[in-house]
Nanobody
Framework: QVQLVESGGGLVQAGGSLRLSCLAS??????????MGWFRQAPGKEREFVAT????????YYSDSVKDRFTVSRDNPKNTVYLQMNSLEPEDTAVYYC???????????????????WGQGTQVTVSS
């Protein structure tokens, strides 16, 4: 079983920054073998893709709404994936989730259903 624990959320003013962390633990294949993703869900809305990073070479993809403001990265020896969020906007307010790609050695994905393990989420609130 795999556990993902997010941290780093909070309340920030528009224009501010936060860095989210997601620590992976548990049995099975090693963390570095899996692409990881960040998603978010605002009240009354569906969960949406934010960013993803490949299991090798660190290839990254972003949603259009966060591109050039957010940066996803990973530290494989620490079993951790990060989401650096800059120039935050009130529209970024949501619960942010990290997730592990369903199978090892697959490329990154923007699709919610292609991830199997999810964290509990961390709240990010951006005030105007």
């Amino acid at each position: 079983q795999v556990q993902l624990v997010e941290s780093g959320g909070g309340l920030v003013q528009a224009g501010g920054s936060l860095r989210l962390s997601c620590l992976a633990s548990g049995s099975g294949r090693t963390f570095r073998d899996y692409a990881m993703g960040w998603f978010r869900q605002a009240p009354g809305k569906e969960r949406e893709f934010v960013a993803t990073i490949s299991w090798t070479y660190g290839t990254t993809y972003y949603s259009d709404s966060v591109k050039d403001r957010f940066t996803v990265s990973r530290d494989n020896p620490k079993n951790t994936v990060y989401l650096q969020m800059n120039s935050l906007e009130p529209e970024d307010t949501a619960v942010y989730y990290c997730a592990r790609r369903r199978s090892a050695f697959l490329g990154p994905s923007r699709i919610v259903g292609e991830y199997d393990f999810w964290g509990q989420g961390t709240q990010v609130t951006v005030s105007s």
